[in-house]
């Protein structure tokens, strides 16, 4: 079964820098895109980026460019969002998703909250 | 960037009833490989958005098959046949044709009558 799995809820400060995570398992993670999703409190989905675990190629979405950086490590089969500089505004949930047609499958989602 | 468009926003239905959504994109999202890459995803209120279907028409394993989606070029539908309570969440479309970017439509909310 195809999993996967993200870190937990995070509460922060402005300013602060911050990492999350997204494991995957029970497919070939080498060979899937992973994609980062943000949807903030109430709203709709917004594609953030995407790395391909094997050669860590990177694209972001133009919103996101310079304003987090996604990384992998493919020994542990996890995919990274990261924020150097937290603003009240990222808070939102994040979620990672598998790219195969679209994104087949989902992490259960990681809260991030920052506020002073 | 290509642009999503769904349509209503809001659907408020009657169990046992048919509904409708569409979705409609900027340009068309045939590929080069000829595959069209327009997908649909569920949202239930609290949990991950869940794909239903892929490239137009393929419904992902464990979606019930009242679910259906079709379209070409630019115009796309997702058909729920009977809707049940637990069809209850926001629907969106996402086209995967023209990345970067990924986009997604701004959702339908499905609510029972």
């Known amino acids: 079964e195809v999993q996967l799995a993200q870190s937990g809820a995070e509460v922060k400060k402005p300013g602060e820098s911050l990492k999350i995570s997204c494991q995957g398992s029970?497919?070939?993670?080498?060979?899937?895109?992973i994609a980062w999703v943000r949807q903030m409190p109430g709203k709709g989905l917004e594609w953030m980026g995407i790395i391909y675990p094997d050669d860590s190629q990177t694209k972001y979405s133009p919103s996101f460019q310079g304003q987090v950086t996604i990384s992998v490590d493919k020994s542990i089969r996890t995919a990274y969002l990261q924020w150097s500089s937290l603003k009240a505004s990222d808070s939102a949930m994040y979620y990672c998703a598998r790219q195969s047609s679209g994104f087949g499958s989902w992490g259960q989602g990681t809260l991030v909250t920052v506020s002073s | 960037d290509v642009v999503m468009t769904q349509s209503p926003l809001s659907l408020p239905v009657t169990l046992g009833q048919p509904a409708s959504i569409s979705c409609r994109s900027s340009q068309s999202l045939v590929y080069s490989d000829g595959n069209t890459y327009l997908s649909w995803y569920q949202q239930r209120p609290g949990q991950s958005p869940r794909r239903l279907i892929y490239?137009?028409?393929n419904r992902d394993s464990g979606v019930p098959d009242r679910f259906s989606g079709s379209g070409s070029g630019t115009d796309f539908t997702l058909k729920i046949s009977r809707v049940e309570a637990e069809d209850v969440g926001v629907y969106y479309c996402?086209?995967?044709?023209?990345?970067?970017?990924?986009?997604f439509g701004q959702g339908t909310k499905v609510e029972i009558k």
């Open positions: 996402m086209q995967g044709t023209h990345w970067p970017p990924w986009t």
């Open positions: 490239k137009v028409s």
């Open positions: 029970g497919y070939s993670f080498s060979t899937d895109w």
